[in-house]
């Protein structure tokens, strides 16, 4: 990641919890807790659409049941490197449950890579952006990758409208929503670096954020039944869900989205599974963000320039379809020919 130059604009003193009237969220996750190109073809190839089936999750652990089952060797993955810095990596499993999952590596050392957020907007004293979909965001700030970010409320069924933010957001060195003490974030420092982590946070030296919920892991180590034990079982259980985590030395960042409430075709990930994923990862620290409806990743065809779901959102409950969140997160990629390679046993999506 190359260190940010240019001025940026004054870091705004956020305001508290106490400050603002703070309606109840949403977000599956959140609601759930409290009731949540070689060419162009090669592209096509990977991100094809797949069969759908729509389904409703499976049948969730308690609590005090976590479900620690370890997902086997996938049957199918493949990989890409449609910008330098990128690689995107597909896997499909079939057992404890059907599961798609798409892993972006992201070498925050390439010149060239940039991590953005979502903006602050003007629209009073309740509300921090405006809502929009994960691919429309990708679009107005030009970055070739982006995935949803934080819990909000509430829920807009047209773009544009006013947006509160759970837990910290900042942008272009505003922090425009304050930190929940609960809930960790993804913090792009004005030096260039990244951290995620819990607060308390240095919010000063704070260039663009992104909250999420609970960590997944810390020092390498999985944390997750530190806060699953107190949620309730919808939330700990089979979802679809976002997830992001960095290595040891800060060099590779990983953001993650998994498929769900697809019988048969991708069901989802239980919140203990997503842990053990990012420890086997090679995450140093990890973070899980908000998920459900709201888990979309979007890419920009290297060869056509046009912007492209990677995963299959279920936003509106039907596969294929969007939600409209409060903020996202994009990187920034340098473009040229990119190379692309099959797993052991991989081939196009189903």
Not at 43 to 70: E, F, H, I, S
Not at 143 to 172: H, I, K, Y
Not at 242 to 257: M, N
Request: glycine share 12%; aromatic share 6%; hydrophobic share 35%.
């Amino acid at each position: 990641m190359m260190p940010r130059t240019g001025p940026h604009r004054a870091v705004r003193a956020p305001r508290t919890a106490a400050d603002r009237r703070r309606p109840g969220t949403t977000g599956d996750d959140e609601r759930a807790r409290q009731r949540t190109r070689r060419g162009p073809a090669i592209l096509v190839a990977l991100l094809v659409t797949p069969a759908w089936a729509v389904g409703q999750p499976t049948t969730a652990p308690t609590a005090t049941q976590p479900v620690l089952t370890p997902f086997l060797e996938p049957v199918e993955t493949r990989w890409m490197e449609p910008y330098p810095g990128l690689v995107l990596e597909y896997r499909r499993y079939d057992q404890p449950r059907p599961l798609r999952v798409w892993v972006a590596r992201i070498d925050l050392r390439r010149e060239g890579i940039d991590l953005v957020a979502t903006c602050g907007a003007d629209v009073g004293p309740d509300f921090e952006t405006r809502s929009e979909t994960t691919p429309e965001f990708a679009q107005r700030r030009g970055v070739q990758l982006a995935v949803n970010a934080s819990a909000f409320a509430p829920f807009r069924q047209q773009s544009g409208e006013p947006m509160q933010v759970v837990g910290l957001g900042a942008c272009d060195g505003s922090v425009y929503s304050p930190p929940d003490e609960r809930f960790g974030a993804l913090i792009v420092r004005r030096d260039g670096t990244v951290r995620i982590a819990d607060p308390p946070y240095e919010l000063e030296k704070i260039a663009d954020a992104v909250s999420g919920f609970h960590m997944l892991v810390e020092n390498g180590r999985d944390v997750v039944d530190r806060s699953a034990r107190r949620q309730k079982p919808g939330f700990v259980g089979v979802n679809p869900r976002t997830a992001v985590g960095i290595d040891k030395d800060g060099g590779t960042l990983f953001l993650a989205v998994f498929d769900g409430r697809q019988k048969g075709v991708s069901e989802g990930i239980t919140l203990y599974e997503l842990g053990r994923f990012f420890v086997d990862l090679g995450a140093c620290h990890a973070l899980n963000m908000d998920g459900g409806g709201s888990t979309t990743m979007v890419l920009q065809d290297p060869g056509t320039g046009r912007y492209k779901l990677v995963n299959t959102p279920v936003g509106r409950g039907e596969p294929g379809s969007l939600r409209r969140v409060a903020n996202n997160l994009g990187v920034h990629l340098p473009s040229r020919p990119s190379t692309t390679s099959d797993g052991p046993r991989g081939r196009k999506p189903d």
